[in-house]
Every structure is written in structure tokens, then in C-alpha cells.
């Protein structure tokens, strides 16, 4: 009689935080792959398993649904105290009543639990296997000039 092992079930862990100042938005219009956005990172912080800056000339590639929602395609550098960068990629989606959604475009303050904003995180770097070795989900806030999170290791 064999005995089939049940997969482990994934807890939260808190990990880091981010905290990204963002440029002025790029509003490439409709394209062939629906209403393209581009909001540069401009600087920022990361605190918690890794700290540093938010590094300029990343950014978050996004596309506007037919529904109001947002594809999101973050991706930005940090650079640690001790000068090791790290490569940080979000993919998320953000979505809410369309009233709420605008509200968050004109920069205006939104309750966070007005609308819906996770992303999915991955990390590179040559020097801290641990960052790679682990999926992070991302609780979100959309701010006028900022986004912030708090990443969760998934176990």
C-alpha cells in the first residue's frame, strides 16, 4: 500500500518593502496590443531582507484593458549599501470601478481597499541566491508620484 504525499501548502512571509518614486506618465495611446502606459522609476527604497535605492531608468510597462484594468510590467534596479544590485520584475494587475481607477490617474488619495493592486515578483542577483530561490507577492498602493508595497515570500 503506497501513501501519496500531499503538496505543501505556501504560507506568506513578510520579506521587504518598496518604495518607488515615479516619473511623469507616458501615454503612448492604442496599440496593437491595447492603450499603452509607461511611468518611469525615477528613485526610491527597498527595505527589509534586501536594503538600498531604487536606482532610475527602470519603469512600469503597462497596458489599459478594454475593461479599465491595468497589465502591469515593472521592472527596476537597486543598488545595496555595500554596491550589489539587484534586478527586481513585478508583474501585476491593478483594478477597481472605473470612478476609483480615474481617481487613481488624476493622482488623487484612494483607499487602498477601494481597488485591487498585486503584483508577482522575481529577483536577480549574483550575489544573494536567497532572493532567487523564492516566488514574492506584492500588496500594492498607487500614490500621486508613488507606489508602494510590502513583498511577501510565498513558502
Given at each position: 500500500?503506497?501513501?501519496?504525499?500531499?503538496?505543501?501548502?505556501?504560507?506568506?512571509?513578510?520579506?521587504?518593502?518598496?518604495?518607488?518614486?515615479?516619473?511623469?506618465?507616458?501615454d503612448h495611446g492604442q496599440t496593437s496590443v491595447g492603450h499603452r502606459r509607461i511611468i518611469p522609476v525615477?528613485?526610491?527604497?527597498?527595505?527589509?531582507?534586501?536594503?538600498?535605492?531604487?536606482?532610475?531608468?527602470?519603469?512600469?510597462?503597462?497596458?489599459?484593458?478594454?475593461?479599465?484594468?491595468?497589465?502591469?510590467?515593472?521592472?527596476?534596479?537597486?543598488?545595496?549599501?555595500?554596491?550589489?544590485?539587484?534586478?527586481?520584475?513585478?508583474?501585476?494587475?491593478?483594478?477597481?470601478?472605473?470612478?476609483?481607477?480615474?481617481?487613481?490617474?488624476?493622482?488623487?488619495?484612494?483607499?487602498?481597499?477601494?481597488?485591487?493592486?498585486?503584483?508577482?515578483?522575481?529577483?536577480?542577483?549574483?550575489?544573494?541566491?536567497?532572493?532567487?530561490?523564492?516566488?514574492?507577492?506584492?500588496?500594492?498602493?498607487?500614490?500621486?508620484?508613488?507606489?508602494?508595497?510590502?513583498?511577501?515570500?510565498?513558502?
Amino acid at each position: 500500500m503506497s501513501s501519496v504525499a500531499e503538496p505543501p501548502v505556501p504560507e506568506l512571509e513578510p520579506a521587504f518593502e518598496v518604495d518607488a518614486e515615479l516619473g511623469p506618465l507616458e501615454d503612448h495611446g492604442q496599440t496593437s496590443v491595447g492603450h499603452r502606459r509607461i511611468i518611469p522609476v525615477v528613485g526610491g527604497t527597498i527595505t527589509g531582507m534586501f536594503e538600498g535605492e531604487l536606482l532610475a531608468g527602470g519603469a512600469d510597462w503597462q497596458v489599459v484593458r478594454a475593461d479599465g484594468s491595468i497589465a502591469l510590467d515593472a521592472r527596476y534596479s537597486a543598488r545595496g549599501a555595500d554596491g550589489e544590485l539587484v534586478f527586481i520584475s513585478a508583474r501585476g494587475v491593478r483594478s477597481g470601478d472605473p470612478e476609483v481607477l480615474e481617481a487613481l490617474l488624476r493622482g488623487e488619495e484612494v483607499d487602498p481597499s477601494r481597488y485591487y493592486f498585486r503584483t508577482a515578483i522575481t529577483i536577480e542577483s549574483s550575489t544573494r541566491p536567497e532572493l532567487e530561490h523564492s516566488i514574492f507577492v506584492g500588496s500594492c498602493i498607487r500614490e500621486a508620484n508613488r507606489v508602494r508595497y510590502i513583498a511577501y515570500r510565498v513558502t
